[in-house]
Structure formats: structure tokens, C-alpha cells
């Protein structure tokens, strides 16, 4: 991954949360995976370089995203999501966010798509069920079990490289049409 080559801009309404590049995203998704990532665990995933990822975290920490670990210092500083606030609204603030890094990962897929390597495509579906509650708890389970078995790989093998690829599932009800 190349993120120097696609800048993103900032989302609409949100200059100044340090959001506007895609290594940036891309580290802030691996944060929302693990409790702690040091900037070599994360260049050693994304493939991008130490100093790099270095860089882009502290800049997240300037803007209020992540925060150092305390107690750890030196070359191996570990960082994680800042201390969140209650966690009801920090589970809609960073649900929100997820949203957004996953629409801008999906644009500049549809943007660029056309270079991937060969053989590179999206799938994509959805269905309506009808569900209770406890099922849709159920069924969202199960859809992380899936992606989990996928989650540690970082290649399938030699003769059959990986890219990082984007996962999104949202189960929600649907409300009625009209005023609420």
C-alpha cells in the first residue's frame, strides 16, 4: 500500500480530526481490531514503513484520536484509541467513524479499481430477514466468526499474494417510511 500515491481529503465538516489521508484511516482501523499497535507492527502489517506509520500515529495523537500507552517509552511505544467517554456515545461516535472510513476506503476502491492487479473485484449483497432480536445478535456472531478466521492471515501463500480487503456488514432494523 502506497499512501503517499492517494491523498484523501478530509471528510466534509471534519477538517481538523487528521482523518484525511489513508494511512491514517488504515491505522485507526487497526487500532478499532487490537488494544495496542506500535508503529512496527503496524508498518509490518499495512506494508508500509516504520517511519511512515511513526509519523501518521503521532499525528493522530495531535488531533485527539489515539493516545501513547502509558508507562511505555522508546523505539517500541505502543498506542491505543483514546480513553473514550461513556460507552454508549463512544460506541455511536465510533460507529460514525467506522462509517466514514468505510465509505472513503469504498471510493477510492471504485476510483482506482481499474489498477488493481489482476483478478482483484468487490462483492457485494444484501438481504432483508426477518429476525428477532436475539437473532440478529446470532447472526451478527457468526458473521464475525467467518471474518475472523480470515483475520490473522497475511498471505495465503507464496504464489497466491493478499491485499488488505474491507469486510462491512451492518445488521439494522428497518423502520417504517415517514415522520418518526
Known amino acids: 500500500m502506497n499512501s503517499k500515491a492517494h491523498p484523501v481529503p478530509a471528510a466534509p465538516g471534519r477538517p481538523s480530526d487528521g482523518l484525511g489521508h489513508p494511512l491514517r484511516a488504515a491505522l485507526l482501523g487497526l487500532l478499532a481490531r487490537r488494544d495496542t499497535l506500535t508503529s512496527t507492527e503496524a508498518a509490518r502489517e499495512l506494508d508500509e514503513s516504520s517511519g511512515a506509520c511513526s509519523f501518521h500515529l503521532r499525528q493522530l495523537e495531535r488531533y485527539g484520536q489515539i493516545e501513547p500507552v502509558p508507562g511505555q517509552h522508546g523505539r517500541a511505544r505502543p498506542w491505543r484509541l483514546v480513553s473514550a467517554p461513556p460507552a454508549e456515545q463512544a460506541a455511536d461516535e465510533f460507529g ?9 476506503g469504498y471510493r477510492r476502491w471504485l476510483a482506482g479499481r481499474d489498477t488493481a492487479p489482476p483478478g482483484w473485484h468487490d462483492e457485494a449483497f444484501s438481504s432483508v430477514v426477518h429476525l428477532t432480536p436475539e437473532e440478529v445478535t446470532t447472526l451478527a456472531q457468526r458473521i464475525q466468526e467467518v471474518i475472523s478466521s480470515f483475520a490473522s492471515r497475511s498471505s495465503a501463500g507464496p504464489e497466491e499474494p493478499t491485499m488488505p480487503v474491507a469486510v462491512v456488514a451492518r445488521l439494522f432494523p428497518l423502520l417504517p417510511a415517514g415522520p418518526p
Do not use: V
Open 96 to 104: 460514525e467513524l467506522a462509517r466514514e472510513l468505510e465509505n472513503e
